[in-house]
């Protein structure tokens, strides 16, 4: 199994109470920091993830404009 698929059926043995965090990441041999960190983003409410894809999309945005921007000064 590839490690994502790892991860994602630790978090679902967590998840429906089959194992603690230890054992699920034992068991499907992911870090517990790697498991705590999924666990915590998934359980966010989902305005919190929202408000943080905006985030990202608007410093892209921003990110591909100064490249244009730079792009373009390089051009003339």
């Not at 698929?5 to 041999?29: R, W």
């Not at 929202?50 to 985030?55: A, E, K, P, Y």
């Amino acid at each position: 199994m590839s490690k994502q698929i790892d991860l994602h059926e630790a978090m679902l043995s967590v998840m429906i109470g089959e194992t603690s965090l230890s054992q699920a990441a034992n068991k499907y041999q992911v870090s517990k920091r790697s498991l705590y960190s999924a666990l915590r983003f998934a359980k966010q409410a989902p305005e919190q993830r929202q408000q943080h894809l905006q985030r990202v999309k608007e410093q892209l945005m921003a990110n591909i404009a100064n490249i244009d921007s730079r792009l373009a000064q390089q051009t003339v």
